[in-house]
């Protein structure tokens, strides 16, 4: 079995890429922030601590995470921020590791985990190879803004926030340009999923 990390900056079609990998293969796709999402729910192990990190004006009446609030705390404050990855990041990490291990003993050919912090939660760890899907800055914020309703300040905070071209480019042992028609990146996706074939 072939475990491939996938990153990229934000806005560059990561999960357009897992989307199709997913359905084309006999491939597993993961998603760091589903993960995140399910492990933030009532009852799962990130909920309580990120109550008692922010208090109870982060839930809503049904008493579930109100995901906005607390993203709207941490934008503007660097340390709740890094509070909140240091509950989350680690849970995401080890419940991957569990699905990569149940994925390996079903038999299964590739898995495939997205996550925008791999190169820095260390995927490399769990993973046999990295992929940086990059697409050009300005159509990154032009995605964002038509498909997420961004404002070009919130794009330029998260950007900001994220690693450079180069230092994606020094991690990851594939890249697929993701700047222009999806069916160019498919090509791209094809051709290097053949090089499996060999090997």
């Not at 009532?42 to 208090?55: A, D, S, V």
């Amino acid at each position: 079995m072939k475990v491939i990390g996938i990153t990229g900056g934000v806005g560059a079609g990561k999960t357009e890429v897992m989307t199709y990998i997913g359905s084309s293969y006999d491939a597993t796709v993961i998603q760091a922030d589903e993960v995140g999402y399910l492990l933030m729910q009532p009852g799962k192990e990130c909920y309580g601590p990120i109550i008692r990190l922010f208090g109870q004006q982060v839930t809503t009446v049904s008493g579930e995470l109100n995901r906005k609030r607390i993203a709207d705390v941490v934008f503007r404050d660097q340390e709740k921020l890094k509070q909140l990855n240091d509950i989350v990041h680690p849970a995401v990490k080890q419940y991957i590791r569990n699905a990569i291990e149940k994925e390996r003993h079903h038999g299964t050919e590739f898995v495939f985990i997205e996550a925008a912090l791999l190169i820095e939660d260390k995927y490399d760890e769990i993973c046999d190879e990295l992929w940086y899907i990059y697409a050009d800055e300005e159509i990154r914020k032009e995605r964002l803004m038509s498909d997420r309703g961004y404002s070009s300040e919130k794009i330029s905070g998260i950007m900001a926030n994220q690693l450079s071209e180069e230092q994606f480019c020094r991690h990851c042992d594939f890249e697929i340009d993701n700047s222009g028609d999806f069916g160019d990146t498919k090509k791209q996706i094809d051709q290097r999923m053949k090089k499996y074939e060999t090997l």
